[in-house]
């Protein structure tokens, strides 16, 4: 009887099916994590450019009207502003309320933001110890934000043509990666 050896046998194709398995899974698996860390990247990136652009656009609304907003806080015991898009219309310029509304309604390499993720804290340069542990235990500010304000000295010296800015930005939710980026304010 003559035997036909072309082929593979069964046992023979199972042995490669479960090679290739054994190969490919982990290459699979690291393909799908390069994925995510990119996306990751990719995000860290838009959300910092976003905060450079909020630092460079607030320079540009009127400083008396934010200090304006600053010393009202300040009266109310408060300490700070914070701005975000739903929060731009307490700016009394209508040019710096188009240029604030429009700051937080960019759309940022695919990526937009709420007024949960994307927020700005404009407060005194020059702020007292009692102010400042006030801030530090206010839980409605982000802990980063207040990690920034605990980095701050106490002073008794009030300088009313310079203010703080901090933009607070969560560019990432699984896990959770925040930007916070602090800059000067000052009157020209």
Not at 88 to 116: G, H, K, P, V, Y
Request: charge should be negative; aromatic fraction near 10%.
């Amino acid at each position: 009887m003559l035997r036909n050896n072309k082929g593979f046998s069964l046992v023979e194709l199972l042995a490669i099916v479960v090679i290739s398995s054994i190969i490919i899974w982990p290459l699979t698996t690291t393909l799908v994590n390069n994925i995510e860390i990119n996306n990751r990247l990719h995000a860290r990136y838009s959300g910092t450019s976003i905060a450079d652009n909020t630092m460079y656009s607030f320079d540009k609304l009127d400083f008396v009207d934010l200090q304006d907003l600053v010393n009202t806080a300040n009266g109310n015991n408060d300490y700070y502003i914070e701005l975000n898009s739903t929060t731009c219309s307490t700016l009394s310029s209508t040019a710096d309320q188009a240029l604030c509304t429009q700051l937080f309604a960019t759309i940022w390499n695919n990526i937009s933001l709420d007024e949960t993720e994307f927020r700005v804290f404009i407060y005194d340069y020059n702020l007292r110890q009692n102010e400042i542990n006030d801030l530090l235990g206010n839980g409605t500010l982000p802990q980063e934000v207040r990690n920034e304000i605990g980095l701050m000295t106490a002073s008794n010296d009030p300088n009313p043509n310079l203010l703080r800015i901090t933009v607070w930005i969560e560019y990432y939710q699984d896990p959770v990666y925040e930007i916070v980026l602090s800059g000067l304010l000052f009157d020209d």
